[in-house]
């Protein structure tokens, strides 16, 4: 179905309830494990009556968000137990909230989200690791290298404490502007590559959890905001950066509305080879033709895996006074629920991977074997084997190592570029990594090799070095870093 496993096996109730057994047992944190199904596509069962019975029939789900404060309101929790098998964090897993302080983390309102949805069979989306609103209130007070590394320990911070427990996570949010250029933030300027260092960073903290890019008014095909995203997916694919979805969190609202061309939209992300889902869904006074269309777009896509509200009921939503949303304030469902349970429920494609295959006779000769179709989570090593190797001209540059952070299994290095009396126009770094270390992402350079014999070399933006400048580059790696990596040198271009 994906490109990365999908984290959840189909359980049945009684194997869920032992597994919370344990769970609760060992009292941990957060109390259940990855129990929620992924649903079996039958589209010759008949029609679902709630919203995730209906798209379970073609593999889909059916979700929401909620806030922490809905935990207390049993007509909000009464609808999402019974109609929803996908949850959201409205705020709760934001880095503002989850790593208020430098390296301490608040887990408490984003695992009592968590634990209730999961005891109830659903699965989760994690929102969101890396954006420029809401962020910790100290990353405003660093910018350049010390930015991106808060970004990255943050990253490795949250995902650990979730790992294996995810359905997906939005890895980034909202780095786009509306002419397609990348937004401008403190993020962006700590280097374009921020992005891809993100997601680098996030397969290696979590590889069993699908790592998504979440954005808003990236519906019409023809904008140029779509078309910058696009691109940006287009280019990691090639490079073999790791992104499995795209979120599209259609917001047909505030004077944006469901785009004639939507379905091409998500047909095209998905035939980049990612999934592609409806992460945040609401439309302005809840338009019934809106809601059947957008959810029909989505069935209509095979990859198209889900689609998510924004809040249950219109008291739920954050522009609450538009009514956009699937449920009155007295938890009744509108003529928009109808329209897309009846939408769900006529999907005549399915999300691949969840068809049970029909019974098939023993084969008589071993089967072909299929290539693996997961991508490679380390980058491709871009320096062509002809590149000659470098000169190590005298009193060039020099470059100075160290280990920056380090947890068990893998660590992160920052080296300093310090160039000689004389202006350059390019560098490379070589050094030999210890046994058992591998290098997963490189900042700020491009490396060959990844273990043993490395080098880095500028990235295009870093190379030119006046006399005596300096830069920084990095790198996240597995392995032990007790031993440092040896025979560092520096060699301009
Ligand atoms: O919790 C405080 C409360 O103590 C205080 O009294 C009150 C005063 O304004 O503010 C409360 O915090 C608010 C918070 O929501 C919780 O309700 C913030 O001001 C408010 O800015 C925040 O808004 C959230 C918004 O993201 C912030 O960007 C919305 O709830 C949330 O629905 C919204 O979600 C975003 C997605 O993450 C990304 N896509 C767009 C979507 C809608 O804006």
Redesign the pocket.
């Known amino acids: 179905m994906n490109d990365v496993p999908a984290p959840s096996k189909r359980l049945t109730r009684s194997s869920v309830r032992l597994l919370l057994g344990g769970a609760c047992a060992l009292a941990i944190t957060v109390t259940s494990m990855v129990v929620a199904t992924t649903a079996q596509a039958d589209l010759s069962g008949p029609p679902g009556t709630t919203l995730k019975a209906a798209a379970e029939r073609s593999g889909r789900y059916f979700g929401a ?1 909620m ?1 922490a ?1 809905r935990l207390n309101d049993s007509g909000f929790l009464n609808i999402a137990s019974r109609e929803f098998d996908m949850m959201t964090a ?2 709760e897993m ?1 880095p503002d909230a989850t790593e208020p302080n430098p390296g301490q983390f608040d887990f408490s309102r984003g695992d009592a989200i968590y634990n209730w949805a999961t005891q109830r069979g659903m699965r989760f989306r994690g ?2 690791l890396a ?1 420029h ?2 962020q910790p209130r100290f990353w405003g007070s660093l910018s350049g290298s010390a930015l991106r590394q808060a970004m990255i320990s943050h990253i490795n911070g949250v995902m650990a404490h979730y790992k294996g427990k995810l359905y997906a996570w939005d890895v980034v ?2 780095a786009y502007a509306e002419n397609g250029s990348r937004r401008s933030s403190n993020l962006q300027s700590t280097g374009n590559d921020w992005i891809e260092v993100a997601f680098r960073t996030a397969r290696a903290a979590d590889p069993s959890v699908k790592l998504c890019y ?1 954005d ?1 008014n990236i519906e019409n095909w023809t904008y140029a905001k779509t078309q910058g995203v696009y691109n940006m997916i287009k280019d990691f694919k090639a490079r073999g950066v790791p992104v499995d979805c795209v979120g599209l ?1 259609t ?1 047909f609202t505030g004077g944006s509305s469901l785009p004639g061309n939507f379905q091409q939209t998500l047909s095209s992300f998905a035939a980049l080879g990612v999934d592609v889902a409806l992460t ?1 869904a609401d439309v302005t006074n809840a338009s019934t033709t809106q809601y059947a269309g957008l959810t029909q777009a989505c069935m209509n896509v095979p990859r198209c895996v889900g689609i998510t509200t ?2 249950i009921r219109d008291s739920d939503s ?2 609450g006074n538009e009514n956009p949303l699937l449920f009155d304030r007295n938890s009744n469902p509108k003529p928009a629920y109808t329209s897309v349970l009846n939408a769900l429920n006529a999907a005549s494609t399915t999300v691949p991977g969840t068809t049970t295959p029909p019974p098939t006779t023993p084969p008589t000769s071993a089967p072909p074997t299929t290539p693996p179709t997961t991508p490679p989570t380390t980058p491709p090593t871009s320096e062509p084997p002809t590149t000659p190797p470098p000169t190590g001209q005298p009193g060039g540059c020099t470059a100075t190592y160290r280990t920056v952070s380090s947890w068990n299994g893998g660590f992160q290095a920052e080296i300093i570029v310090t160039n000689g009396s004389a202006a350059i126009s390019g560098w490379t770094v070589q050094l030999t990594m210890a046994s058992g270390q591998t290098i997963q992402n490189v900042w700020n350079g491009t490396n060959t090799g990844n273990s043993g014999a490395v080098s880095i070399r500028n990235a295009s933006y870093n190379g030119a070095l006046g006399p005596n400048a300096s830069t920084t580059l990095g790198f996240l790696a597995n392995g032990s870093s007790s031993t440092a990596p040896g025979n560092i040198s520096c060699a301009t271009a």
Do not use: F
Request: glycine letters at 10%; proline letters at 0%.
């Open positions: 968000a806030g404060d409205v705020n934001k929102h969101t954006w609103a809401q949010n909202e979440n808003y969190q917001h945040e924004w809040g954050w522009r």
